[in-house]
């Protein structure tokens, strides 16, 4: 079964550190985006990507990086782990131009930031 | 700046009732509305996805109503049963943008 999968699932790390979380989709969706979840302002987009060599800065941008390479992937990057970085990261994908098709999620990354 | 709002946040109700979620949104110009289910310590599983031409979409004992002109929908869930504990949430893709805007949910509690 196509699916999308995101690694690690928990990381503890330290501040000032860059870290990257891993998201593989399987069902060839040209749309791929990262989220961020935190309790009190719910899903917050952080960037997302149409298609290879496309990203785009969400609403919470600052601090994150992503590139696409590839169809299947859209690594996330922390160039510089704060605390306020701190919280559960979602990557997620859809089929369709400009994101009209339905959303798919993986099972989030859990992390904190020491 | 599209806005979600989701009443109420939590409900707690016994097994078998029949109950209504509540999703309003501030600008009605929207590509479609989808709404997601989330089990504590999972990602968001999609539920049903309506578009802007719909009125409504069904699957089992879920069944989704769109108006775009009031801003609403609602998430109508037929005889409750334990396993649809969980959180709910809906998500609004807009016509002017390409992101979608989510609320922030409404907990879910079903009682044996």
């Known amino acids: 079964d196509a699916e999308i999968t995101q690694s690690p699932r928990h990381k503890i790390t330290e501040t000032g550190r860059q870290v990257t979380l891993a998201c593989h989709q399987t069902?060839?969706?040209?749309?791929m985006f990262w989220y961020r979840q935190d309790l009190g302002h719910g899903l917050r987009l952080i960037h997302y990507?149409?298609?290879?060599?496309?990203?785009n800065k969400g609403e919470v941008s600052d601090g994150y990086s992503v590139s696409r390479s590839n169809t299947e992937d859209l690594p996330l990057t922390l160039e510089s782990a704060a605390s306020s970085q701190t919280s559960v990261y979602f990557c997620?994908?859809?089929?369709?131009?400009?994101?009209?098709?339905?959303?798919?999620f993986g099972e989030g990354s859990r992390l904190t930031v020491l | 700046k599209q806005e979600v709002t989701q009443i109420p946040a939590a409900l707690s109700v016994p097994e078998g009732e029949n109950l209504v979620l509540n999703c309003s949104f501030t600008?009605?110009?929207?590509?479609?509305l989808q709404w997601f289910r989330q089990d504590p310590g999972k990602g968001l599983t999609s539920l049903l996805l309506?578009?802007?031409?719909?009125r409504e979409q069904t699957s089992g004992r879920l069944n989704a109503s769109l108006d775009k002109s009031s801003g609403r929908s609602t998430l109508y869930i037929a005889a409750s049963q334990p396993g649809d504990s969980a959180t709910y949430l809906c998500?609004?893709?807009?016509?002017?943008?390409?992101?979608?805007?989510f609320g922030k949910g409404t907990m879910l509690l079903v009682s044996p």
């Open positions: 997620a994908s859809s089929a369709g131009s400009l994101n009209t098709g339905e959303l798919f």
């Open positions: 069902w060839n969706h040209n749309n």
């Open positions: 990507s149409y298609g290879v060599q496309d990203t």
């Open positions: 600008d009605s110009a929207i590509y479609n």
């Open positions: 309506i578009q802007s031409s719909q």
């Open positions: 998500a609004v893709m807009n016509s002017g943008y390409s992101t979608l805007t």
